[in-house]
């Protein structure tokens, strides 16, 4: 039977002074807890925004070219300045080269002053083609309207406002005499859509195109042409379609891609994480430090027994090889302890910070535990080397003078 | 590895020899010359004390003799090898192999068992526990039982730990049996008994070294080498 003396001495040094190596090893219990829970919460929220994100990122928003290349990420400008919309033929050409990668359909937007009973606030008005009305949206009360005094509007907007199933709502500002006004009623309150980029109709009006180009004219220049993917990697093909059909001379419409948006807030995510396993990180150079302090103090306790083992004929190296033992079991053992009960206070974790389990048990998020008790017995290593090194290179005889 | 050595094939060759040997500690108040162009022979076989007051320089002697220690200037041979020209790892090893240490403290692991620390030189020494029951043996011849070998140092007599060290001492057959001071902490009677042990370990043919200040000790070697500032006096 093979059996390491060296080893069985470190174990037994560690055995013997139980409680003090227990008290330096919970440091990196805590260490690898923090950092691998961060990490784990990061990665879950991670791919929890990702899946959310992605039912809304598989729109790729058409808007006329302003020149200034601007526009909001997010499709709420509002403003149709006169000369700035997405003509007919315009809007048949990004049907032809993008009809074949998803739902294309326009859109007219504006923002007015409404009144609703005595109270007056502006919202956002679209305007649809009735066919887009019956694939687009989805009513969870009454009916899409058919007139032109008929509109439905988002859950978010009935709620803050009040507004039922027959509510009236008057369009257009009194006040100013040359705005028409328009009264319409709600037939219809949509059901809740969430974020999204090509349309947000939680919080808006919506009329039919008749409705619209009666008030505001106009009929045929959309503020903007949505295309709904089939597929979210078609994205980028569809994009390169469109513009190569319309800005081949001149940059007519401007594409935006709302997997670009994704793909910045995921990384802001990470960056997020980063930051916050940098500051879980700072408990380990805490246990570093009572490491190394628990070796140091071994090995000061221990200058006798040194002095013993080097005058016997133990090596410098076995010496050292003795002490890193020590390093490195403190480091096991916190480690897989701490990676036990992270595994534990991850999963609490990410369920309160993050909503959902549902990712946790996945590679991207479980490889933080292996990761930590990585960096967790690393530190235990390096913290040990300079007590382990001090340890090999005493001198035997004076070593051996001292009590 | 197997780390032996081979000074024993050369049966001519004495254990010690020292010519012209010197040490010197540099202090910021002036070097001490703490071995004064000493030379010293020993044979193989012998039984000698080496005495001499405190301060003589007769722990710096036994520290070159050891191998824990090189001279400043001189020639010290170990079983014929130059231990001036060694490598720490050699002189090391040169411990481990050629020379069996009993020390005034006993100087045992203490998170080792008796038994265990008997068997510790011959772990480093062939990488492998004893299964010769050569450790038994030893402990046995030294008068430590079974049951007395499972304890710890700390739960030992004196006398019973020096015994343990003896064991231990004789493990890998050493040369050189280097004894310092070896019934300083012990009784009359214990230390009569260590005495005993080490003059039958001689009449056995080892070579024994003793260090000691006590003249009644000195008194049961064959040969006495007597120091005083570095120098031998007779």
Redesign the interface.
């Known amino acids: 039977?093979?059996?390491d003396?060296i080893l069985?001495?470190s174990v037994?040094?560690i055995r013997?002074n139980f409680l003090r190596s227990l008290l330096a090893a919970i440091g990196i219990v805590i260490g690898v807890v923090a950092i691998s829970s961060m990490g784990m919460m990061g990665a879950n929220m991670t791919m929890s925004v990702t899946e959310e994100l992605s039912a809304m990122a598989n729109v790729l928003v058409v808007k006329p070219d302003s020149g200034g290349g601007g526009g909001g990420m997010m499709g709420g400008g509002g403003s149709s300045s006169d000369d700035d919309y997405i003509d007919k033929d315009q809007f048949d050409d990004i049907e032809r080269a993008a009809g074949k990668y998803g739902n294309v359909y326009p859109l007219y937007q504006e923002s007015d002053t409404i009144k609703i009973g005595d109270e007056e606030r502006r919202a956002t008005i679209y305007g649809m083609r009735d066919e887009d009305m019956a694939t687009i949206l989805t009513v969870a009360n009454g009916t899409l309207p058919q007139t032109s005094n008929a509109v439905v509007v988002g859950p978010t907007f009935a709620e803050n406002n009040d507004l039922t199933i027959g509510s009236r709502i008057t369009i257009g500002d009194e006040d100013d005499e040359e705005a028409i006004i328009q009264k319409v009623r709600v037939v219809g309150i949509l059901e809740e859509k969430g974020m999204s980029m090509d349309l947000n109709s939680d919080n808006a009006i919506i009329m039919t195109e008749k409705a619209y180009t009666g008030l505001y004219g106009g009929e045929g220049e959309y503020d903007q042409v949505n295309v709904i993917l089939y597929d979210i990697d078609d994205a980028d093909t569809a994009t390169e379609a469109i513009e190569d059909q319309l800005n081949r001379k001149e940059d007519e419409v401007q594409v935006q891609d709302s997997s670009r948006m994704m793909e910045s807030i995921t990384s802001t995510v990470s960056t997020l994480t980063t930051f916050v396993m940098a500051i879980a990180g700072i408990s380990l150079l805490v246990a570093a430090t009572s490491i190394f302090n628990v070796m140091m103090m071994s090995v000061t306790e221990r200058i006798?027994?040194i002095?013993?083992?080097?005058?016997?004929?133990?090596?410098?190296?076995?010496v050292l090889r003795m002490f890193i033992y020590e390093a490195v079991i403190l480091g096991l053992v916190g480690a897989i302890i701490g990676a036990i009960m992270s595994v534990i206070l991850g999963w609490l974790v990410v369920l309160a910070m993050v909503g959902t389990t549902k990712y946790f048990f996945t590679f991207a998020s479980l490889i933080y535990v292996p990761v930590s008790m990585a960096i967790g017995i690393v530190i235990c290593i390096v913290s040990g080397v300079y007590p382990a090194w001090r340890a090999a290179n005493l001198d035997?005889?004076e070593a051996?003078r001292s009590d | 590895m197997n780390r032996s050595s081979d000074g024993r094939t050369m049966t001519t060759v004495p254990v010690i020899e020292m010519a012209d040997v010197s040490k010197i500690y540099p202090l910021p108040s002036g070097d001490v010359l703490a071995l004064d162009h000493l030379s010293i022979r020993i044979e193989r076989g012998e039984f000698v004390a080496i005495m001499g007051p405190s301060g003589s320089g007769k722990s710096t002697l036994l520290n070159q003799i050891g191998g824990l220690d090189v001279p400043t200037s001189g020639i010290l041979r170990i079983t014929g090898r130059n231990i001036r020209k060694m490598s720490d790892d050699s002189l090391t090893d040169l411990r481990l192999n050629t020379i069996g240490y009993i020390f005034q403290k006993f100087n045992l692991i203490p998170l080792l068992s008796a038994y265990e620390n008997v068997e510790y030189p011959y772990i480093l020494k062939h990488r492998c526990n004893d299964t010769t029951g050569r450790v038994s043996k030893l402990l046995a011849d030294v008068g430590i039982n079974k049951r007395m070998a499972k304890h710890k140092p700390a739960e030992l007599s004196g006398g019973q730990q020096q015994r343990v060290a003896i064991a231990r001492a004789l493990i890998n057959d050493p040369d050189i049996l280097l004894c310092d001071e070896p019934t300083g902490n012990l009784d009359t009677k214990t230390g009569a008994q260590i005495m005993a042990m080490l003059t039958a370990l001689h009449d056995q043919g080892r070579t024994v070294i003793i260090v000691t200040h006590d003249p009644s000790i000195g008194a049961q070697a064959e040969r006495t080498i007597r120091i005083k500032d570095g120098k031998v006096e007779s």
């Open positions: 039977m093979k059996k003396i069985q001495i037994r040094s013997l006798r027994e002095g013993i083992l080097r005058s016997i004929g133990t090596r410098k190296s076995e035997p005889i051996l």
